[in-house]
């Protein structure tokens, strides 16, 4: 089912930024939408995030729910179309001063080198007046737009498909308002899933989309959204680990599958509608965090402040860069080359760089040759808690991908 975004006015009062304002200031601004037109435009599409408790009743016994407003972040045509190298743009609430600024065939604006270059973005556009940021994947960004209280239809649905143990359950005003109503506390709305429609000033349907987790049991919800949190999931060019290797999502977002397929294994695979390639769901949506990742320095990372730049070969060889991101700061750096002993362990070969910080908003990346499948560099380093670990990175033989491995020190 087709996750709508934006709201279905946005363009007609929205257009707030225009060419003067953007050459009067140095900085281009997402266009944003009124509260109060969105409550006076009586039908409208948006995202929403609330709970269960944000479900209340007026003294004359309206229905009524509250509720954060979100929107897509969308950027005025004209604005863009007038930046200038030394001027900025605020993406994701980062505010990104533009060094170049480059438009390609297909109609892309391409900053700071785009795609192909460490720190770059990409803005497209299907219509013909507002710019959107994308990533290789698809993904895009959300606004918050405010908080506001909605009034409900006393007829009023609530169609829930990422309940994994009641796909496509519907709850109506009995569920949140009678004495007798369901017991409901952990009933949770997030923007990234979930859609409200307003029909005539007031709430017809909430709409919560399908996760990955319950997609086999709902087939006829393809395609939907997932929300995607991790930035270490590879991407390969068909719906398994046996196929090739294409790049990596970096970035968290909501992803639009546009198909599910089974592999020999038993894992299930989304393809990405932006036709970046497929990805296994499983661990899409696994909430299993890492202190410090890995992906190719070729890839789109995001720019960071403090990052470290080390060449750790200097060869005729084919080098590839690797970009090393941490998700807590972290003490006693090390990255060396490795080896094998007799039993099959990871031992240290040669230590190469050292560092007595990587803190959380920075990136470490060191050129490097792979010499064979055999070839392997480690990380080690101490946790914010106190803990000593050591990973292993070395290229998949089976589909090219980055491969990070905890071992233990012998």
Known sequence: MKKIAVFVFMLAISMSVCAKDTKASSTVEPLRTDIEALLEAGDA???????????????????????????????????????????????????VVVKTLEYDEDGAVNINGGFGSYGGYVLWTDENTVYYEVDTNGA????????????????????????????????????????????LPDLYFSYEDTTVTMENGAVAEILREASAGTQEENQEDIPYTIRISRNDLPVFDGPGYDYSYVSTIVTAGTYTIEAEEEDFEGNLWGKLKSGAGWIDLAEAVSDEGACITVVFGSEQIPEYGNAVEYIADDSDDTMVSLAFRPSENLTNVSFSLLGIDEDGNWIQEEERYTMSELTADSCFVAAVCFYGDMTAYGISFTDEDGTERYFAVHISGRNGSLVLDEYDAV
């Open 140 to 183: 895009w960004n959300y606004l918050l737009t405010g908080e506001v209280a909605l009034r409900l239809d006393e007829e009023f649905v609530v169609r829930d498909y990422a309940d994994s143990s009641n796909p496509g359950v519907e709850y109506g005003a009995a569920d949140f308002f009678d004495e007798s109503s369901a017991d």
């Open 45 to 95: 599409e948006f995202a929403a995030e609330f709970s269960a408790s944000d479900f209340y009743t007026e003294e004359d016994g309206t229905y009524m729910l509250r509720a954060n407003v979100y929107e897509r972040e969308y950027f005025d045509m004209v604005a863009v179309s007038l930046l200038e190298a030394g001027d900025a743009i605020l993406l994701d609430d980062e505010t």
